[in-house]
């Protein structure tokens, strides 16, 4: 190799060095004079909502000159693996998104900065004080909620008509639900789908009056009567009004499938669904979901301070203007990208206009009714526990009652050792 | 391991007693010096482009994890010092061992058919000229293929009430198990899959054995009277046999670590805990339950396991590997 | 004679192998990924493919993250092949136990703490921070140690009493006919850069760093996912593997025939 040659190659070995350890814009520490750069990581805009995250962002820096605000994506299912890396490794990004199932575990890590100090400053009057007092903890206000949703009963008013059924009311009980699910079921149509599954089951067992907790906190009550009730309402249904497991085969988004061609009479699922239901060729509506006792599932999803960001004033600041501005609750509302928590309905009233589905003031019912998911520092392993539990009497391999006593201690040894 | 370290020894014994030690000896220990360092560096030339970034990229992690085993850690909070306390909890855990009967069972079921396929594909590809590009990239399409849709596919062929398998199953009067949904067929469900997905994989490794298998000695042996068999068992097979201790050594140290096979085919399934391998486990513990000190514990029981089975492996193909 | 009966085999196993790819294609052109007798024939999926992500950079970094990846693992395992199969140096078997060593634990469990080194050499969200776990391999050196030892002694020790140091035998005697391993080594290193996930999920950060994997999964929401465009993904990610793989399978053929070596 001529000396020419070697230069040529060292030179070009030392761009490519120089490159290959240059940062992305993510993380590039650039902030020009004056200015301070905030990072948000979120699961919810990709892929769908990206655009009008965008223009949040836009009018927040308008508003905040002094300000950028960089985003960072991840899909829901791998989400908290980059968070917890991150935070691992100390790089945890300024802002964050959380829902409240793995709130509880964040705060009692001392993975959420307070934003208490910067509250007390702050009118928070906007917010619906609930949904504000699910993220205290210790009288700290750890996150800010963001948004939330609501699962409700979907029904094809086309199938219920040919049936020559009522459609389902406010006031349904589970034994109406059932004998309907019973006449529509048939001929290529399900009467009813609801999957057998840890969030299925704590928002049965409230319907059933029953709870998951002890008062205190410290012990799983789950397999009371109420609790076997639940289950059973659950297990009722494949086989019967609704396809087994083994029919389903693991086909993904098969209930979403099947009502989309109008196979399916009732379908248990959440607001989210809306956007993807505006062009079916038949009539569909929502109602609360039918009960003996009123509950109804509301998912909540807050958004943090790391600990170690740089400008905890400015994240906050962006955090207030994420979850509460009226640019984001427009932006919210004309996207069907869930619901912000403000106090006053009103600032949403368009919301409830727009349709299909013509009851999407249901939503309110299910607000009104609303049983958050029951949460403790290992969540996700109780979750597991819970959801196996109900398989394994699915299956017939244990009987309900067993299997929920099963899963209670197990659910008892969680919450000991956290 | 080596088995031929004997072979060549060019200057192993030359430094002597008397060239060992740096600067004794004015003028003798010149050469032999300057050689061994020649030697050294020599070694170092080809070693160290993969020992420096191995130590650095691999190892140094792995010491990492061994600190993080003796730790209680959920990676966002603090760490807490428990010593061999996730040792001894893993190893009570009942959880554990069952995991690793079904990770020994996967390779039980995975590895002889993954290895006869791969040979049955590989020997037919070196019989054929025609159409063999087209063939091999065929059967590699499966290898390239995602896992997620490979298991899409895969629990559709095998839908217990209306997957193909099943459907012909009943044409000839059998009825079809419920595969992936029941806790007896939900591994071999997952080994026939990664079987078939892996199978092009195992036929590149030996094909490229195969192109070191002489036509003149098939040849020869023909002209000598030696039948397909004969010629299969007593040439090609031995001539193939450091490919084959290469498939059988590497696919038992990634079947003990099979993980998106299982997570894709049955995880959150009904058969979920029936199927659940180690990995499965580690990656559970990990990234979902915030149970890390558990999970590095448990990976390192489970390195100690697969560092034995490859010794052994290693050990007993001394006696029937043959590198020409 | 027995040639019609193995062709005929060898057809129906490429049809058991084709036919779930198939499937995919048919997929990625049906609404919905639903696919249904007469299949549906709209690339809209393709169309969205695009539109969901800066497509085309995307797949420059892969192609040009995966290139590196395998230059440097292909270079660092053959120098490494050499010296375990022709060298003595004190230690080898046990230095050779550790470089596989380095394959049996888990890669979930070394994330964490390689992201933490990372993090202190400040190579996160770079491309240094995503390629240096890749830049050698205990897989790629016991595979080629074996091509290595394959190759007969006789040939390098006529070079070496011809005068030439092992660097040249390395480059001239043994590289030539270790082709075909180096080759099908190529293929497999291409691949595992091609599908990584977990890796570059951490270490990444920034969109213009993103590579394919990443992309396709962003396209599975919280709640819902369009099938049809994740089938598509699908079918174009497999695309340049399968060039590269046919492309480094000629060239395996191609070296058998140059040397002779049959």
Redesign the interface.
């Known amino acids: 190799m001529s000396r020419g040659l070697k230069a040529t190659a060292a030179f070009a070995l030392a761009v490519l060095l120089a490159a290959g350890c240059a940062k992305g814009s993510a993380t590039r520490e650039s902030a020009p004079d004056g200015k301070s750069t905030i990072r948000y990581f979120t699961f919810s805009a990709a892929p769908d909502h990206l655009a009008d995250l965008d223009k949040i962002i836009k009018a927040f820096e308008a508003a905040n000159p002094s300000v950028t605000v960089t985003v960072e994506t991840a899909p829901y299912a791998d989400y908290f693996t980059k968070l917890q890396t991150a935070i691992a490794g100390n790089t945890a990004p300024d802002t964050f998104e959380l829902n409240y199932e793995s709130f509880v575990a964040y705060a009692a890590s001392g993975a959420l900065a307070d934003l208490s100090g910067e509250a007390a400053k702050d009118d928070l009057s906007v917010y619906a004080a609930k949904s504000l007092d699910t993220f205290k903890r210790d009288g700290r206000q750890l996150a800010l909620p963001a948004s939330y949703s609501a699962v409700l009963l979907f029904y094809n008013k086309d199938l219920f008509d040919k049936a020559g059924l009522p459609h389902p009311t406010a006031d349904w009980t589970w034994d109406q639900e059932m004998a309907a699910a019973k006449k529509l079921t048939g001929k290529g149509v399900y009467g009813d789908f609801q999957p057998v599954q840890f969030f299925e089951f704590y928002k049965a067992l409230a319907q059933a009056g029953g709870a998951f907790f002890s008062d205190d906190g410290k012990r799983a009550t789950f397999n009371s009567p109420q609790g076997v009730a639940a289950a059973k309402h659950l297990l009722d249904k494949p086989g019967t009004v609704m396809p087994t497991v083994a029919q389903i085969g693991g086909t993904p988004d098969y209930d979403t499938n099947l009502f989309k061609q109008g196979k399916l009479a009732m379908w248990h699922n959440g607001i989210w669904q809306f956007a993807g239901l505006k062009d079916v060729p038949f009539q569909w509506d929502v109602v609360v979901e039918p009960a003996p006792v009123k509950a109804s599932a509301v998912f909540t999803n807050a958004v943090a301070v790391s600990p170690g960001a740089k400008n905890p004033a400015a994240a906050y600041k962006w955090l207030r203007f994420l979850t509460a501005s009226d640019v984001t609750a427009r932006t919210r509302i004309d996207s069907s990208w869930e619901l912000p928590p403000l106090a006053d309905a009103k600032a949403y009233a368009g919301y409830f206009d727009q349709g299909p589905p013509a009851n999407r003031r249901a939503i309110l019912d299910a607000v009104a009714s609303a049983t958050s998911p029951p949460v403790i520092v290992r969540q996700q392993e109780m979750q597991d526990t819970v959801t196996k539990a109900l398989e394994q009497a699915a299956a017939g391999k244990t009987p309900i009652q067993k299997a929920l006593d099963d899963a209670a201690a197990k659910v008892d040894e969680l919450i000991k050792q956290a | ?2 088995a ?2 004997t ?4 200057d ?1 014994g030359h430094a002597g007693p008397s060239g060992s030690g740096p600067g004794d000896g004015p003028v003798p220990a010149g050469p032999p010096r300057r050689a061994k360092v020649r ?2 560096a ?2 170092l ?3 160290a ?6 130590v ?10 061994l ?2 085993s003796l730790h209680e850690w ?5 760490m807490r010092w428990t010593g061999l306390g996730n040792y001894a909890g893993i190893l009570r855990d009942g959880d554990t061992w069952r995991a690793l009967g079904n990770t020994t069972l996967y390779i039980a079921g995975y590895l002889p058919l993954v290895y006869v396929g791969g040979l049955g ?1 590989a020997m ?2 070196n ?2 000229t025609r ?1 063999r ?1 087209l ?12 896992w ?9 062929l095998l ?5 193909i398998v099943n459907k012909l199953l009943a044409v000839i009067g059998v009825e079809g198990p ?1 595969w ?2 029941s806790d007896a067929w939900a591994l071999p469900s997952v080994i026939i899959a990664a079987a ?1 997905k892996d ?3 195992v036929m ?2 030996l ?2 054995g195969l ?2 298998v ?3 000695a098939l040849e020869a042996a023909r002209v000598d009277g030696a039948n397909a068999w004969q010629r299969f068992r007593h040439i090609t097979l031995p001539l193939l046999s ?2 084959t ?2 498939v059988l ?2 696919s038992c ?2 079947g ?2 099979v ?1 998106d096979q299982v997570y894709v085919m049955t995880s959150g ?2 058969a ?2 029936a199927s659940e391998v ?2 499965e486990r ?2 559970d513990l ?5 149970r ?1 000190g558990d ?2 514990a448990l ?2 029981v ?2 100690l396991v ?2 034995l089975v ?2 052994v492996q290693v050990r007993l193909q001394r006696r029937w590997v043959n ?2 | 004679m027995g040639n019609r009966l193995v062709y005929a085999a060898l057809v129906l196993a490429g049809l058991v192998m084709l036919a779930p790819f198939g499937w995919t294609v048919l997929a990625s052109l049906s609404p919905g990924g639903v696919v249904e007798w007469p299949p549906g024939g709209s690339l809209g999926a393709y169309g969205e493919l695009l539109r969901a992500m800066p497509f085309w950079r995307i797949l420059v970094n892969s192609v040009v993250v995966a290139a590196l990846s395998t230059g440097l693992q292909v270079g660092t395992s053959a120098l490494a092949a050499y010296g375990f199969a022709r060298l003595e140096f004190p230690g080898k078997e046990a230095i050779f136990v550790v470089y596989l060593a380095t394959l049996m634990i888990p890669m979930q469990v070394l994330v964490v703490p390689l992201f933490i080194e990372m993090r202190s050499l400040d190579l996160v969200d770079t491309y240094a921070g995503l390629l240096a776990p890749t830049i050698a391999s205990g897989f790629g050196v016991y595979f080629l140690r074996q091509a290595v030892r394959q190759v007969p002694r006789e040939l390098d020790e006529a070079a070496v009493i011809d005068g030439a140091g092992h660097l040249r035998v390395f480059a001239s005697v043994v590289l030539p006919l270790v082709r075909p391993a180096l080759a099908t080594f190529a293929i497999f290193s291409f691949m595992a850069s091609w599908n990584a996930f977990l890796w570059p999920l951490v270490i990444l950060r920034s969109p213009e760093f993103m590579t394919l994997p990443l992309g396709l999964a962003n396209l599975h929401g919280q709640f819902t996912t369009e099938w049809d465009v994740v089938m598509a993904g699908s079918v174009v990610s497999v695309l340049p593997i399968l060039a590269v793989y046919v492309l480094a399978q000629r060239h395996v053929i191609a070296g058998v025939a140059r040397t002779g070596l049959k």
Do not use: C, H
């Open positions: 391991m080596t031929r370290t072979g060549t020894r060019p192993a030697k050294a020599t070694v030339l080809f070693l482009p993969s020992a420096v970034p191995l650095l990229f691999t190892l140094v992690p792995m010491a990492g994890s600190w993080v959920n990676l966002i909070g603090a594909l037919a590809l019989r054929v159409g590009d063939f091999r990239a065929v059967y590699f399409l499966p290898v390239i293929t995602s997620v849709v490979v298991a899409l596919i895969w629990k559709w839908n217990p009430s209306e997957g419920g992936w949904t078939w199978l092009g994989f590149v490794i094909l490229a192109q070191a002489p036509a003149e450091p490919s201790a290469f050594v590497i140290i990634s003990f670590q993980f399934g009904p979920a805990a180690m990995v580690v990656y990990t990234f979902r339950y915030g890390v999970a590095s990976s390192w489970l390195f697969i560092l490859t010794v590198y020409g």
